[in-house]
């Protein structure tokens, strides 16, 4: 296979890149600079994947791998890395944040914004609940 710009498969420019899955299992990397790269860190995460086929004789990733619910297979000792192996992420979703229970990472803003927009939606719910038994109570009173 020919390794020269011409036949390059992905050019990634800028400071996060799609995803990019071989077909075959070589792949050849080549890491360009101009002087606005000099000094800067570049990393790159490299997963083996085994895609399910239609001459496997299952359809179901086997014992001691990953299931990505993508039709490819990871090894076990990739999910909760903190790296996302499969291509949409599903093996880092389920994971337990700091030995905590739940799968949640409460120091990201995102995951706090709709914490407090859940309490005020149940708040208000409860609120208008309250008011309407109130209203009522005091109708049949009189």
Not at 17 to 27: F, K, N
Not at 52 to 74: K, Q, V
Request: hydrophobic letters at 35%; charged letters at 25%; proline letters at 2%.
């Amino acid at each position: 296979e020919k390794t020269d710009i011409e036949h390059r498969k992905r050019n990634f420019c800028g400071s996060v890149a799609e995803s990019y899955q071989s077909e075959t299992d070589v792949l050849y990397i080549r890491y360009y600079a101009d002087e606005r790269g000099i000094g800067s860190e570049f990393e790159a995460v490299f997963t083996a994947l085994r895609k399910l086929g239609s001459n496997e004789p299952e359809s179901t990733c086997p014992e001691g791998e990953y299931d990505c619910d993508d039709a490819t297979c990871i090894s076990n000792d990739l999910v909760c890395n903190s790296v996302r192996n499969c291509k949409f992420g599903w093996d880092e979703e389920s994971c337990a944040v700091g030995g905590s229970s739940i799968p949640l990472d409460f120091s990201k803003a995102h995951v706090i914004i709709i914490l407090i927009l859940l309490i005020l939606i149940m708040t208000g719910m409860c609120a208008g609940m309250i008011y309407n038994l109130v209203r009522k109570l005091s109708e049949d009173k009189e």
